[in-house]
């Protein structure tokens, strides 16, 4: 099988095929994404998608080393990325190294990614020029829920040059990829055309370089809520919940486990069905 893109690998498909991507958190979800997606993302969605927490605030650094390493042992082809956990690089470019370093070291990862445009750039430059590959994330972050004042689109009417703004200053500082989250369709083609790295697009455009989506989102395992930029391309938690009930009406009526799943007392003559 041929190696796992890196990040410069990503990086040189600016305006080209579109790059894939999908979260996953766990190793069976990666291995079934491994062979379609070029980077798989260890959101730090994953402390609302599977810990159940109400905001990514929550989310630590043992959280995403422990989750980094199951993704890791479900891929061999597909690049990953692993997310920067709030309160682990805000404070200075020395602690986002320190940090980064150890989620790389921890899980295998190709790069990490980070929050914030403009006001993070001396911190990306600073882990670019000390070997870590940065993605970018402008536009709606998650992690600044409290000071944007909820999950609203971000850059429509002024606010766009804002946008526009964070994304060339993650572009300069070193990044080699940026997601473009919750921005207005035109703005994101604009940002797309105007940067020189890969835009990776979610509620964006597709126009973008690439897409990325919450794969339980995508797979409807998520149903707290529905933002309207994730498309369900299945409905597997109304089938896991029918599953499940069926399997407790069997139980209660003694009808699993049946004669196929039990053990015979005595051994069975060669040849005979087990
Ligand atoms: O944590 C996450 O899942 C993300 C993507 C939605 C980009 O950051
Ligand atoms: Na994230």
Known sequence: PKPAPTAEDIRARKGGEPI????AYTTPMAQLMDAHCDFVLVGDSVGMVLHGLPSTLGVTMEMMILHGRAVARGLSRAMMV??????TYEE???QAFRNAARLMAKTGAGAVKLEGGQHMADTIAFLVARGIPVMGHVGLTPQSINTLGGYRVQGRDDDGARVLAD???VAE???FAVVLEKVPQGLADRITAEVPIPTIGIGASAGCDGQVLVVDDMLGFFQAFKPKFVKRYADLGAQAEA???TYAAEVRARTFPAAEHVFADTVPAKGAKQ
């Open 20 to 23: 894939v991507s999908l979260t």
């Open 173 to 175: 500082a070193g990044a």
């Open 92 to 94: 200075s470019p020395a």
């Open 167 to 169: 994304a060339s200053a």
């Open 82 to 87: 692993i997310d920067m956990p709030f309160g």
């Open 243 to 245: 599953a499940i009930a």
